[in-house]
């Protein structure tokens, strides 16, 4: 075999068929995520170490039913497996991934493909839960009706994709015809003749008992059940909540103490100066105050990857279709919304699952609503320090409480802004659900691993860039100018920090903020955690006192009146997202219309929001 | 349950009651639109085929919307309009009540 020419491998399959996890085993952390030129579909790719040495360029195409498109991800997947997609190397060769429990279905997309003559392997992924349910494939006598070579690959065992790869090994990059075949729309007729030629097919090569879906039955009476099933996801999602609080505890306080040391470490090596300002107060601080939310993210995700992989989230978009219909949406809403407790970005990103244009939209447009991971840093904050730990009707946490009911608040808000919107364009068309409910199984720990590495890699690409950039610019903002000789109050009142906080003001007195919240929400506006680091810097350039993240809390508690604090909260139930948020807004519904709407409604609603909140507060506290 | 009148036996997955083992008989020839010609192509593809076992094997609350329906070895999530489009007989081979 020549190695100079690097071979490219497209993996294609129906959802659920255990592509990714493929994906995962022949490339491992050798991946890339990006996106496809132009569009916003996920494109993953990644390199597979042959035995010999070469190196194959995988890419994990979107999941399909067919080649005939219903959603942006499968019109990628057709381009790419025909070759007509602009600015995508056309493969060497499609493996098609199918689930041997599951030949009736998958097989065929096989067939369409074969139709257009695209080099292909198929591969017959868990075999080794086909052979234990007694379905026997005869591979020889598969590949012979197929035409093409077929393979056994099991994705979740090391080594389980040996056959595959030594398969890999034998092809050779095969240039394909220049001219891309053309396509065109199937009618009923023709799903009809490739339906009779799988048939035809497995009649030939398989044999399957009649398929035993009792532990499936088994589970979906009671998860699917109009009453225990949705019983069951309420408390999963409590559960999903409280871990969230109280598992991230100890590693939280870990960061926090090790920021601590290496603050103090710093502070005690390097001379007094600018420079340990910069880095101590600065970076060291701000960055910090970030990076304690890691644990926090990294058990959100764990149980959203598990729940995903368990095949239980579509599901639990079933329980809540009716719920989600009161408002005009259907239960596929319901996974990015609930992806965007985490973060609004990957919320966002799932959306392009709902092949309903309009619903796509509304979800987008609500996400920001839901009380993203970055905003628990401010809640913590004011909580503590203004909200007394105390125990209501004998079992509820005060403090608890009122974080749960800021959570309610975004999802009631979304709720309504939902309902408007849906309302606004009209009655709606009914449109389809039709989505699958995979079978269940248990989630793979390989897989759950990358998942979480992934989030944390993002995560912390993040705190490394933009976080740290804005913490630095902030700084520079807070000390620079340095006040004129014989100034009474404290330096950061006369940098341009303070000026602008001090214009800030302005707009935002009537809701309570003072102007180092009005600093603070600047670089929150790039991302949200930030406010909190923000604020600490803030006091802690404005005092003499330099003992930052654990002073921050009585002294808010010391400075803010309690009207000040709600109103913050409040104001934070709703404002405009991070720019990440509006960005990937933009980038998905391709133009500036809907994020800049997005920002100016969310604002509305803030402030609103805020004024309320302050001014009742006022009325209970201020005067009494 | 209530015992269903052999002369009105169900004609489309819509009217299935839960758990009734049933049989696909075709797809509604689409309509004219272009949504209702999409629906019928993918419920051919994803499996609805002439002959293929079928079941529901859950309803939403109220209204008994949305459908999970179990054919050959998939189940899927349906609205009634959807499952609407997909005629079926009773399984006589299964339907022991």
Known sequence: ?624 | MNAMPPADAPSSLADLPLGTPARVVGVRPAGASREARELALRLLEIGFMEGEPVRVIAQGHPGREPIAVRVGGTTFALRRFEAEQVMISLDTRGAVR
């Not at chain 1, 068309?429 to 989030?455: C, K």
């Open chain 1, 1 to 624: 075999m020549s190695n100079a020419i690097a071979m490219r491998v497209a993996l294609l399959g129906n959802p659920n068929c255990g592509k990714t996890a493929l994906f995962n085993l022949l490339t491992g952390s050798r991946q890339k995520v990006a996106n496809f030129a132009g569009v916003t579909v996920e494109r993953k790719e990644g390199q597979l170490r042959m035995p010999d040495g070469r190196s194959v360029t995988v890419l994990d195409l979107p999941g399909a039913y067919s080649l005939n498109p219903t959603s942006a991800d499968e019109t990628i997947t057709r381009d790419v497996v025909l070759g007509t997609l602009a600015g995508e190397a056309v493969p060497d060769l499609v493996v098609c991934v199918t689930d041997a429990t599951n030949l009736n279905l998958n097989l065929r997309m096989v067939l369409e493909v074969r139709r257009f003559g695209v080099p292909m392997v198929l591969a017959l992924n868990m075999a080794d839960v086909a052979r234990r349910r007694g379905i026997t494939i005869d591979t020889p006598a598969l590949a012979r009706e197929l035409g093409v070579p077929v393979v056994e690959t099991v994705a979740v065992h090391r080594g389980g994709a040996d056959a595959l790869i030594a398969q890999l090994a034998h092809a050779a990059p095969s240039p394909r015809s220049a001219v891309p075949p053309e396509w065109h729309v199937p009618d009923a007729a023709d799903v009809a003749t490739t339906y009779r030629e799988v048939r035809r097919i497995l009649g030939a090569s398989v044999r399957q008992p009649t398929v035993d879906t009792r532990i499936d039955d088994a589970l979906d009476r009671v998860l699917l059940h109009p009453l225990w099933g949705t019983l069951i996801l309420a408390g999963t999602l409590f559960l999903i909540f409280q871990a969230v609080f109280s598992w991230a505890g100890p590693p939280m306080d870990a960061i926090k103490s090790l920021v601590g040391a290496v603050g103090e470490l710093l502070k005690e090596t390097m001379a007094d100066g600018m420079l340990r300002s910069l880095i101590v107060d600065g970076i060291v601080a701000g960055v910090g105050s970030v990076l304690v939310f890691l644990p926090q993210i990294l058990i959100l995700f764990l149980f959203l990857l598990f729940l995903e992989d368990s095949g239980y989230l579509p599901r639990a978009a079933f329980l809540l279709d009716r719920v989600m219909g009161t408002v005009g949406l259907s239960g596929r809403s319901f996974i990015p919304l609930l992806s965007s407790f985490a973060c609004a970005v990957p919320g966002i990103m799932a959306t392009r699952t709902i092949s309903n244009a309009r619903d796509r939209l509304t979800t987008i447009m609500i996400v920001p609503l839901m009380t993203c991971s970055a905003r628990l840093p401010v809640y913590a904050l004011v909580i503590g320090a203004f909200v007394p730990k105390r125990v209501v009707g004998g079992l509820f946490n005060l403090q608890g409480l009122v974080l749960f009911v800021l959570y309610l608040a975004g999802i009631a808000g979304a709720m309504a802004v939902a309902y408007i919107m849906q309302r606004a364009g009209g009655r709606a068309t009914q449109h389809p659900l039709l989505m699958e409910l995979p079978s269940y199984r248990w989630p793979n720990l390989r897989n759950l691993a990358y998942g979480l590495w992934e989030r944390a890699r993002i995560f912390l690409a993040r705190v490394g860039t933009i976080i740290l950039a804005l913490m630095i610019v902030l700084w520079f903002l807070s000390t620079f100018p340095a006040p004129p000789t014989g100034a009474t109050g404290p330096a950061i009142q006369y940098s341009y920090a303070g000026v602008l906080g001090h214009a800030l003001e302005y707009v935002f007195a009537p809701i309570g903020f003072n102007w180092q919240i009005s600093i603070a929400l600047v670089p929150g506006l790039a991302a949200r955690e930030v406010a909190i680091g923000a604020l600490g810097t803030v006091y802690a350039l404005s005092s003499v006192d330099n003992e930052l993240a654990a002073q921050l809390s009585p002294m808010l508690a010391n400075d803010w009146p309690l009207a000040t604090a709600f109103s913050l909260l409040a104001w934070y139930v709703f404002a405009p997202q991070c720019i990440s948020t509006l960005a990937i807004t933009r980038r998905e519904t391709n133009s500036w219309f809907y994020p800049l709407a997005m920002a100016g409604y969310l604002f509305a609603l803030a402030y609103l929001a805020a004024f309320v909140t302050y001014r009742v507060t006022l009325l209970f506290t201020g005067i009494g």
